[in-house]
């Protein structure tokens, strides 16, 4: 993402808040979308196209992990009250598509934080996380669904 964009449309926020007297989280979103508008207006002197863009695959990052929080709570919920307990754990090796470390810490994190996975490891090279589940039927559809939503979604945002 243009940095120097997002800087800018935070300050812009900031300053809102100030001149409108309001430090509220409502009144810094508003001033948030304001300062969007105002950069969409100057958007021929800016790279502003490609800062909604990149902005809008955050977004979708984010939505995507918590739609996975709220899917991954309920299993570990459904395990927890179900009276044979009847998991198979395991620790599985997935190898690696983003090379960054910023990258790998942001996947290896949003793994951790959601219920029934704990990353535990990264290989010296970088190429596996290594990733401890609860309930681990079938490693490789866990290793496609890891690679197919977090992973990749990683890559779209910050490529």
């Known amino acids: 993402m243009n940095k120097s964009l997002f800087l800018a449309n935070l300050l812009m926020a900031v300053a809102w808040a100030a001149v409108s007297g309001s430090f509220t989280g409502l009144n810094l ?70 090379t960054k470390d910023y990258e790998i810490t942001l996947l290896a994190n949003m793994i951790t934080l959601t219920p029934g996975t704990l990353s535990m490891d990264v290989s010296e090279d970088r190429k596996t996380l290594y990733i401890h589940c609860v309930d681990v039927p079938d490693p490789d559809e866990t290793i496609r669904e890891i690679k197919e939503s977090f992973e990749r979604q990683i890559m779209e945002a910050f490529r």
């Not at 948030?32 to 800062?51: C, D, K, N, P």
């Open 29 to 98: 979103v508003f001033g948030f979308v304001l300062a969007t508008l105002t950069l969409y207006v100057i958007r021929e002197q800016v790279a502003f196209r490609r800062y909604i863009a990149r902005s809008w695959r955050i977004t979708k990052l984010a939505l995507t992990f918590f739609w996975e929080l709220v899917k991954s709570s309920w299993r570990v919920f459904i395990m927890l009250i179900n009276p044979k307990l009847d998991v198979q754990p395991g620790i599985i090796a997935m190898p690696l598509t983003v």
